[in-house]
């Protein structure tokens, strides 16, 4: 059996304040423009609380929020199982977006982690398939989220 990669990890700077990257990575209209499919999301900012994105062609993935802890950290856990099934201890990962700010630039670097992938129980290599495409999406996603926030920083 094949080793099953556990972590993505992927980090950004943006040349924006720490709180505009908070408003782009939490507000519904920006997380479905970065994110999504232009669309807002539905977001509970709160723990327990349910963020549902709409993926287009993938359908829509609900996740579960962890943390909140503005404007320092965000987390969700998501189903890399089928198109709206909500995540559970066999079928989620756990993203988290970390954010420092750098006062002598006036930046901030963002930090997300995206774990839980090597005790998914998926059947088959589809925890190793959905591994390769999550860490092949996160760059694009990322670079759309500092467009973002660089563009509309005041």
Do not use: Y
């Amino acid at each position: 059996m094949a080793v099953i990669p556990d972590v993505i990890e992927r980090s950004v700077v943006i040349n924006a304040s720490r709180e505009r990257v908070w408003t782009v990575l939490t507000e519904p209209a920006f997380l479905g423009h970065w994110f999504g499919n232009g669309e807002p999301v539905k977001v509970d900012l709160r723990p327990g609380g349910l963020l549902v994105f709409d993926h287009g062609v993938h359908g829509v993935i609900p996740a579960r929020i962890e943390t909140v802890d503005p404007p320092r950290t965000l987390s969700w856990r998501w189903s890399q199982g089928a198109a709206g099934e909500e995540p559970d201890d066999l079928n989620a990962t756990r993203v988290e977006f970390t954010l420092v700010e750098d006062e002598s630039s006036a930046s901030t670097r963002l930090t997300m982690v995206e774990s839980g992938f090597a005790r998914l129980g998926l059947p088959g290599d589809e925890a190793a398939v959905r591994h390769r495409a999550n860490s092949s999406n996160w760059p694009g996603k990322l670079d759309r989220l500092r467009a973002e926030c660089e563009q509309t920083e005041a």
